[in-house]
């Protein structure tokens, strides 16, 4: 299962695991963004690339007008993940 | 040895994942192990929902270990051989606003794989995926 939802300090929380078939749902929060915002990974188990295409076109639309997402709490495996991808050159990692 | 039978079909994923936990559970595979054929599996099923040229609408999956390598192979009856060990690689030389996504999930299985190899032998495609168990 995979949930994304936004906490009152506007914070975009990850539950579960974001693989291809739960990719829709990601887009339709992330696509919604035009601010900077922090992405809460610590409840999130699993990504593949379905999940980093997503944060990559988010990050692309956002720097544009100087904004950016910034990633936290990603457990080891998925950090991992994005260093393999080098998208820890792409995002702020914390 | 575990095989299954999964339709062509983005929404086969769960049964995938959870043909790969069972595997994982009876042969005791560590959290990253379980990781790794996880992303791998998705990685390599997904580009033949999108890309099959498969005649019919089934994907055998295989799992197997023996002593501390696991191997799991996919399998798909099709006219046109598709070697995905020579995929375009991922260009992570171009500027950040013009990278793509293409090429990255079969980038990401190489790397945490231990193997990669594609054989096309009387119309049937295997893909064979190999990793080691960490002692």
Known sequence: ?94 | MMRQQFDRDIRSLDAVFSFLRRFADEERLDARASYVLDLAVEEFFTNIVKYGRGTSNEVFLEAVRSGGTVTVRLEEQTPVPFDVTRATQTQFDVPFAERKPGGLGIHIAREMLDGLTYDYVDGTSRITLTKHLET
Do not use: P
């Not at chain 1, 906490?7 to 887009?27: M, P, Y």
């Not at chain 1, 992330?30 to 188990?45: C, E, I, K, Y």
């Not at chain 1, 990050?59 to 998208?87: E, P, S, T, Y």
């Open chain 1, 1 to 94: 299962m995979f949930s994304i939802s936004v906490n009152e300090k506007g914070i975009i929380i990850l539950t579960g695991r974001l693989d291809a078939s739960q990719v829709d749902r990601a887009r339709e929060v992330f696509s919604g963004l035009d601010a900077s915002a922090v992405v809460d990974f610590q409840s999130l188990d699993y990504i593949s690339s379905a999940g980093l295409g997503v944060l990559l076109a988010t990050q692309q639309r956002l720097k544009k007008g100087g904004k950016a997402l910034k990633l936290v709490h990603m457990n080891r495996m998925v950090r991992d993940v994005f260093k393999i991808a080098r998208f820890d050159l792409i995002f702020e990692i914390e």
